[in-house]
Nanobody, 118 residues
Framework: QVQLVESGGGLVQAGDSLRLSCAAS????????MGWFRQAPGKEREFVAR????????YHADAVKGRFTISRDIAKNTMYLQMNNLKPEDTAVYSC???????????WGKGTLVTVSS
């Protein structure tokens, strides 16, 4: 059974940094895409970043490009999201996901809350 468990969220001030982790288990993720999504209060879930597990090719949403960086450690089966220069509008529940195609995520974590105060 595939499990994705996020950690690293918290309350920070604008301009601070956080690193989120997503520990994956239950299968090998060769040929999978893994990504981060977020959902702010009262808003729809939005894509943040994704990475190809084997090749490490990344793609970031325009809203976070230059501030957030997605990465993964294959040996630890863990994906990360380094978030720098956080803004209040980054406040959201951040969830990790995995799937065989970039736009088709089959597995989801429960999420971790990031709150950025101004």
């Amino acid at each position: 059974q595939v499990q994705l468990v996020e950690s690293g969220g918290g309350l920070v001030q604008a301009g601070d940094s956080l690193r989120l982790s997503c520990a994956a288990s239950g299968r090998t993720f060769t040929n999978y895409f893994m990504g981060w999504f977020r959902q702010a209060p009262g808003k729809e879930r939005e894509f943040v970043a994704r990475i190809s597990w084997s090749g490490g090719i990344t793609y970031h949403a325009d809203a976070v490009k230059g501030r957030f960086t997605i990465s993964r450690d294959i040996a630890k089966n863990t994906m990360y999201l380094q978030m720098n220069n956080l803004k209040p509008e980054d406040t959201a529940v951040y969830s990790c996901a995995a799937g065989m195609a970039p736009l088709s995520m089959a597995y989801w974590g429960k999420g971790t809350l990031v709150t950025v105060s101004s």
